[in-house]
């Protein structure tokens, strides 16, 4: 899939570009796969600086029975593989939920240019909530952050899940 590459964005902006939008709903369809397989629905998808989409995944914890089974990881490692190349520079990880400390550490070891993420997450959000993994300077690396693009389907996704759970 081949689409204009965004243009630079404002940080944490909840206006959405129509690409950012376009590759979010990418992900929430990915999302929506791993709550049919009884995954947390998140998903994500690596997109190249000239627009082209690398690869795109969703949770997978469960399904293979793996605790770093997460959709950034996973679609990370799919992105390096078709690149041929661990460095992802120029890349745009859009995720629908806000990432954990593990998947930051793997934005910031993936040398990611750009996050755009859906929701927060109270209880793990490592870019925005908890922690400021994507803009620590003592970090060997930094990245842009866009948060709030489909905020709304991205939780509500989640509360799906979760309601019939916690009842």
Request: net charge neutral.
């Amino acid at each position: 899939m081949m689409v204009t590459p965004p243009p630079p964005s404002i940080e944490n902006s909840a206006t959405a570009t129509t690409v950012d939008e376009a590759m979010m709903q990418l992900a929430l369809a990915e999302a929506r796969e791993a709550a049919a397989a009884g995954d947390v629905p998140v998903g994500a998808v690596v997109v190249a600086g000239d627009g082209t989409v690398l690869a795109q995944d969703r949770n997978r914890r469960e399904t293979d029975l793996d605790p770093t089974a997460h959709a950034e990881v996973l679609a990370l490692r799919s992105a390096a593989r078709r690149l041929g190349a661990w460095r992802l520079i120029g890349c745009t990880v859009y995720a629908t939920l806000e990432p954990c400390p593990m998947c930051a550490g793997a934005l910031i070891n993936a040398r990611v240019a750009r996050l755009v993420y859906g929701c927060p997450d109270p209880k793990s959000g490592a870019i925005d909530t908890l922690f400021t993994i994507g803009r620590d300077p003592r970090l060997n690396h930094r990245f842009e952050v866009v948060s709030g693009v489909l905020a709304e389907p991205s939780a509500e996704l989640l509360k799906a899940f979760f309601r019939p759970r916690r009842q």
